[in-house]
């Protein structure tokens, strides 16, 4: 699997990149191992394997879902600077349209 210069032109016109040759050449060599990479990864026989979603076993690391007390609304809203029927306050930041 090879890349040519012409590809390597294409990518970095669609990443925005000002290569120079030197750096086309270099470029060229990266991207070509990094295919013959991936090709191998592809060519692996990977029947009866289960996929991985993560290296480590994941536990749910968050609390339980249980009621607590929590702030009544004009307790939450005693504190605002300022407050309007029932709601906390802001200015407005989008313009009317």
């Known amino acids: 699997m090879g890349i040519d210069r012409a590809a390597v032109d294409h990518?970095?016109?669609l990443a925005r990149l000002?290569?120079?040759?030197?750096e086309r050449d270099r470029m060229r060599a990266e991207l070509d191992d990094i295919l013959g990479h991936a090709g191998?990864?592809?060519?692996?026989?990977?029947d009866g394997?289960?996929?991985t979603l993560h290296p480590l076993p994941?536990?749910?690391a968050s609390r339980p879902d249980e009621i607590t007390p929590s702030?009544?609304?004009s307790d939450a809203l005693r504190s605002a600077p300022e407050a309007?029927?029932?709601?906390f306050r802001v200015p407005r930041?989008?313009?009317d349209a």
């Open 71 to 73: 702030l009544s609304q």
């Open 58 to 60: 994941l536990v749910n």
């Open 18 to 22: 000002a290569l120079d040759d030197d």
């Open 11 to 13: 990518v970095a016109r």
């Open 84 to 87: 309007e029927d029932g709601r």
């Open 93 to 95: 930041i989008i313009e």
């Open 40 to 46: 191998r990864i592809q060519a692996l026989d990977l």
């Open 49 to 51: 394997v289960e996929p």
